[in-house]
Structures are given as C-alpha cells and as structure tokens.
C-alpha cells in the first residue's frame, strides 16, 4: 500500500516520535510511506468560497502547501492522521490540511485510516477521536485504529514499540 501520514505537530518531539514508529513498522511491512509535516507548512483554512467546485474545476484557489498535500490524497491507499492533542482536538494545522480536502472531496483511493494522537494528560483527545471516526465514515474509508498515548507513555520504548508493530501487522 502506498500510506501517506499527515504529521500535524509543528514540534519534531512525541508526535514525531509516533509517525516515525508507525512509518518504519510499515516499512518494514513492505508498505510505501509518505510522511508530511502539515504542522509545519503554510497551510490556511478553507473559505468556502466554492471556486473548487465552480469554475476552479477541482482546484483550490489558494496556493499555498496543500499543493505538496494533494497528490498524496490522490494516491495514497491509507492515510494516517497525526496530532498533538490541542485544547481537546487535533491542531489547526492538522484541520486545515483535512478540511482542504473539500476541492477534491475525500481522499480519492483511500481504503484505510488511523489516527495517532500524542497528548500531555489522559482521555483528553476524544474531540479529536469522534472527529476522525465521524470523517473516515462519511469518507467511506475503514478504520484500521487509534493510538493515543498520553504523559509519560511518550516516547516509552514499550508504546512506539506497538505503534510499530501495529503498522507492521498492516
Ligand atoms: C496549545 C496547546 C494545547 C494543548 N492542549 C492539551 C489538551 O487539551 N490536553 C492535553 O492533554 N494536552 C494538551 N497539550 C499538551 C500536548 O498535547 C502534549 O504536550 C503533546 O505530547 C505534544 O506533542 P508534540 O511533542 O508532538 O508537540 C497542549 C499543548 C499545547 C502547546
């Protein structure tokens, strides 16, 4: 499968230790990874201004690095989701990078999704989960799991351990 992870922390600390770990479990799997930090790119929110759907024909009237995410949407046959938690939700950035979506409308071969959510405390991150789970269905793509790992299970040997294992077992 070709799997593209949308990293949406601007920070290379507990997230990234998580997308590393998933990403070299489905190496090893034989699976091709593509991993883009939207929490880093200059990304804004959708205007809902319809150009896509009118005269842009499928294009987004911004030009910003939703154009580096969008082939990836194109071809990817799973997306992995990727967060810190933020005041209970996924950032912004990663939202703007979901919700950019809309002038293609969904992932466009996408079978499969996961999430992995890194937050400072527990079951802070349900926000971000029943937005994933409520996306993916209305997406018509399976969940394949959620990983959150939350406090000290950060970046604990034992827990990238499953997250690897997880993407191995793909
Ligand atoms: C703006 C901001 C909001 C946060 N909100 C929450 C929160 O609602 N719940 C929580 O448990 N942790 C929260 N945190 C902590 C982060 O989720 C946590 O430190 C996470 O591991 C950071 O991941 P990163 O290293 O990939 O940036 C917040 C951190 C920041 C900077």
């Known amino acids: 499968m070709k799997i593209a992870i949308l990293n949406g922390s601007p920070r290379k600390e507990n997230t990234a230790a998580m997308v590393d770990a998933f990403a ?49 949407y194109l071809d990817s046959d799973m997306i992995v989701y990727a967060s810190p938690v933020y ?20 992932p466009a071969k996408a079978k499969k999704a996961a999430l992995l959510l890194s937050s400072g405390s527990p079951a802070t991150g349900s926000g971000a989960v029943e ?15 959620v990983c959150a790992l939350a406090g000290e299970e950060n970046k604990s040997e034992e827990k990238l351990a499953e997250i690897r294992n997880f993407a191995k077992s793909l």
Request: with cysteine; hydrophobic share 35%.
């Open 24 to 72: 070299e479990g489905a190496k090893e799997a034989g699976h091709e990874v593509e991993i883009l930090h939207v929490g880093r790119m200059n990304i804004a929110g959708c205007k809902g201004c319809e150009y896509c759907h009118t005269k842009g024909e499928g294009k987004c009237i911004q030009k910003d690095d939703m154009e580096k995410v969008i082939p990836a």
């Open 87 to 106: 005041y209970f939700g996924a950032t912004a950035q990663l939202q703007a990078a979901i919700q950019r979506v809309y002038c293609i409308g969904k």
């Open 131 to 145: 937005m994933y789970k409520n996306m993916i269905k209305y997406m018509g793509i399976e969940d394949a799991g």
